[in-house]
């Protein structure tokens, strides 16, 4: 019932595993709003993830431009300037468009930023417009946000629930901090990741890592410990939000970075955290 004129389509997976029973539902999903898009509208469609390409192979009767990050030769294109995403250049069919310098870090910053200035470009904002605008984009809360730094130790706190997210995030964060430690904390608190359906796969989406922190929340359906041996580097969880502060606080040294992954408020870990590193709990 959206009825859009301008549809982007950046990624699609399997999430929500309360109310569709694998992909390919969440596919045929997507492919009803792809029907719905009027001939003279317009789909941007991200071209380097594999689920969105096999729903629009469905069928499509709509205009299609196409994001990549890897591909220079059709449609959008992203060429990082900084390995860490922080300033790229954006091309359209080979052209270049500027330079996108902003604060933001990570591969699905980029892949946002692309479908941002396209999708403005087909509402009748000139690519120049749009990409100077993104140079003053102030982050949005919970996507690789720093929530403080205390004795040169940074606590980050991102939204990111599910390996797909989890990979891109610590990759993005990688890349910025270079051969500096990062320490991974996650709560797997969505419906998904509390049932278990992420859970073969959880432990190689941490690989970025240098150690990882895992709560085990009481409606968690599955052992988290089971990670620990999946785990190429060392992997710790706990049952009690306030041990595993403790831990973190004990284990973090400065020049390190604490990333903090979770859907929700997470026992206010964050602050918590940035509290106990100040000793002043």
């Not at 694998?22 to 792809?34: E, M, N, P, R």
């Not at 891109?168 to 890349?175: D, E, H, P, Q």
């Not at 690989?207 to 580097?233: H, K, N």
Request: net charge negative; hydrophobic share 40%.
């Amino acid at each position: 019932h959206y009825q859009p004129r301008t549809l982007v389509i950046n990624n699609m997976e399997f999430d929500h595993a309360d109310i569709f029973d694998d992909l390919a539902a969440i596919q045929k999903q997507f492919h009803h709003l792809v029907r719905i898009v009027p001939s003279n509208g317009l789909i941007l469609a991200n071209q380097d993830e594999q689920h969105v390409q096999e729903t629009l192979e469905l069928g499509c009767w709509t205009p299609i431009e196409t994001t990549s990050l890897i591909d220079a030769k059709n449609g959008w294109f992203a060429e990082k300037i900084v390995a860490d995403g922080s300033q790229f250049r954006v091309f359209f069919k080979g052209e270049l468009q500027g330079v996108v310098d902003w604060q933001l870090i990570g591969d699905f910053n980029i892949e946002n930023a692309l479908m941002a200035i396209s999708a403005s470009r087909h509402v009748g904002v000139p690519s120049k417009v749009a990409i100077e605008a993104l140079t003053e984009y102030v982050n949005t809360k919970r996507r690789l946000e720093l929530r403080g730094k205390v004795n040169d130790i940074s606590v980050y706190d991102d939204f990111a629930h599910h390996p797909t997210a989890i990979t891109k995030t610590l990759a993005g964060l990688r890349a910025h901090v270079g051969n500096n430690k990062i320490l991974a904390v996650l709560e797997p608190r969505s419906n998904t990741m509390k049932a278990g359906v992420h859970k073969d796969t959880l432990a190689a989406s941490l690989t970025d890592a240098d150690q990882v922190f895992i709560f085990q929340g009481e409606q968690v359906q599955w052992s988290v410990d089971s990670l620990t041996a999946q785990c190429q580097q060392p992997c710790m969880v706990s049952d009690d939000i306030d041990e595993l502060i403790a831990t973190v606080a004990k284990v973090a040294k400065p020049s390190d970075h604490i990333l903090v992954m979770s859907n929700g408020g997470f026992g206010d870990f964050h602050q918590k955290l940035l509290t106990f590193l100040k000793g002043e709990f």
